[in-house]
Structures are given as structure tokens and as C-alpha cells.
């Protein structure tokens, strides 16, 4: 096991971060603009993310680099600066942990879908080297793939993140019936995975409904386990996404996902500072 994980797993469960999208959309924004993009031209409200979930007690935070590779960028017409905005977005969270947290860079999926040919396995490896090696040269301490539908982008984003001497997060998304949209298990995951250092599931579903998949996780892996849970399913409310889940309420299913094998647990979609100062709680 990577010596730093070592190090963080002698005080688990660790508490990471919650959503980032959210939390930019409340400081400004706008539906259609890249927020990637902010690492660049708002980097005050980026770093105002990035602390206020070390303030709520998080161990490890993340980066606005979740929609940061040369294929997703392309379509900002920002492919050029993909270096300069991982980079940047590294140093952004680095600045705001200072020796609270640990930063582990977010990797997300590239929009496009290899089964279907609209980008190419080479593309795929080339975009993902790119960005984990930009994060890495930022100061990240780690690399967390998340939020990933199809095993085989998975395993080219862990083969990039690999290029670096990072410890390497991979989550899928099991959001149908348990499955990816692919139809793959916990435990296929677990074992297509086991090159990584950590294994893990994020987004899909309310926090409930991740002990299941947490379990299964754990009975297929001897891998720490990382699980960041949304707060519920969204409802529309005057067209805008709400998430309905109170912090109280996320964090009252904590220790029944932990009894189930997490060593690391965070939020995703929905989730905000409050619900990390409560996680933080009952874990502690």
C-alpha cells in the first residue's frame, strides 16, 4: 500500500469533501460555462470552495479539475490551456488544505463514449496523462478518478493517473438497480479495478442506498474502500435541481456505510460544507 494511504488509513474512516458544482453555482456560476474554467479567472471563489470544507472538517479535499481533460475542454474551445487549468486547480485546493488536508485531484469522465466511437482508446489515454500529469506537477497529493459510467474509460484513466507515482482513487457510478449503465457489479469493478490503490463508488444515488453497494464492494476487495454519496435524488424546483437530503439526515446512514467497509466517505451531488461538518461529527 502507497505510504501516504498507510498514514491516512491508521485514523479511518477519513472524511473527505462534498460537491463542488453546487457550490461554484451558488457563488456565480452560470448554467453552459465551464467550471474548470474559474481555476483561471475566479481562482478566489475556487479556493472559497476548497476551504470551506476544510473548515467542515474534511481530511482529504478535492479540485475544480473534475471536467478537465483535453477531450471535455475541447468543447470550451479551452484545449490548449488543459495543462495551465489542472495545474492551477491543483495549486488552487493546496493553498486552501495548507497542512489541514490532503489534496487528491478530481479526474471525471470525458462526455464521450468509447463503445459507441466517439473517441478512441489513444485519445482517451493521451487526455487522461496529460491531465494527471499537470495535477501531479500542481502539488497534488493524490488522484481520484470518479464518477466513471464505462469500465474501459476507467481503466485508461487509472493507466494515465498510473504515469504519475500518485495514489490512484477509482469510483464508478452504480446508479441502475445497483450496476453501472453498462450493467457492470461492484463486485466486476472491484476486480476489473484491482490495479488501483483505492476502489471506490461516487453520484447516482442518495446515501441509503450505498451500504448495499459498499458491502459489495468490500466483500470483492482487500482495497480501502471510498464512497461519496449524493444527497438523494434531485426534484425540480422552478427548474432548478434541489437536493432534498438535510445534512442531519446524510450523515445519520454514516455509520451504517461504515459498518459496511468505508474507509474513506464524502459527498457528491448536493451535498455541502454542512453535511461534511456533520459526517464529521458522527464520525467523530
Not at 479551452?78 to 491543483?90: F, P, Q, S, Y
Not at 500542481?138 to 481503466?155: C, F, H, N, R, S
Not at 438523494?232 to 450523515?251: C, I, R, Y
Request: net charge negative; charged share 20%.
Amino acid at each position: 500500500m502507497h505510504a501516504l494511504l498507510e498514514t491516512l488509513l491508521a485514523h479511518s474512516p477519513v472524511i473527505t469533501d462534498g460537491a463542488w458544482g453546487t457550490q461554484l453555482y451558488a457563488r456565480g456560476l452560470k448554467v453552459g460555462e465551464c467550471p474548470d474554467e474559474w481555476n483561471l479567472s475566479h481562482p478566489d471563489r475556487v479556493e472559497q470552495v476548497a476551504r470551506a470544507y476544510v473548515t467542515a472538517g474534511s481530511r482529504i479535499i478535492l479540485t475544480n479539475t473534475f471536467g478537465a481533460n483535453r477531450v471535455r475542454l475541447s468543447e470550451f474551445r479551452l484545449a490548449d490551456r488543459t495543462a495551465e487549468i489542472n495545474r492551477r486547480g491543483a495549486a488552487i485546493s493546496k493553498l486552501a488544505a495548507g497542512k489541514k488536508a490532503l489534496v487528491f485531484a478530481s479526474i471525471g469522465p470525458s462526455g464521450k463514449m468509447l463503445m459507441t466511437e466517439e473517441v478512441s482508446e489513444n485519445e482517451l489515454l493521451a487526455a487522461y496523462t496529460e491531465q494527471a500529469q499537470a495535477l501531479a506537477e500542481g502539488g497534488a497529493d493524490g488522484l481520484v478518478i470518479e464518477t466513471m459510467a464505462e469500465l474501459a474509460e476507467a481503466k485508461l484513466a487509472l493507466a494515465g493517473a498510473r504515469t504519475t507515482k500518485l495514489p490512484v482513487v477509482v469510483c464508478m457510478v452504480f446508479d441502475t438497480g445497483g450496476h453501472t449503465m453498462m450493467g457492470v457489479s461492484p463486485a466486476q469493478a472491484a476486480q476489473e479495478l484491482a490495479a488501483a490503490d483505492v476502489i471506490g463508488a461516487n453520484c447516482g444515488n442518495g446515501i441509503a442506498q450505498y451500504i448495499e453497494i459498499c458491502r459489495q464492494l468490500r466483500a470483492a476487495t482487500k482495497l480501502p474502500v471510498w464512497i461519496k454519496a449524493n444527497a438523494g435524488l434531485p426534484e425540480m424546483v422552478n427548474d432548478k435541481p434541489v437536493w432534498k437530503t438535510t445534512p442531519e439526515e446524510f450523515a445519520s446512514h454514516a455509520p451504517a456505510v461504515i459498518a459496511a467497509g468505508a474507509n474513506f466517505i464524502g459527498g457528491c451531488c448536493g451535498t455541502t460544507p454542512a453535511h461534511i461538518a456533520a459526517l464529521a461529527q458522527v464520525k467523530g
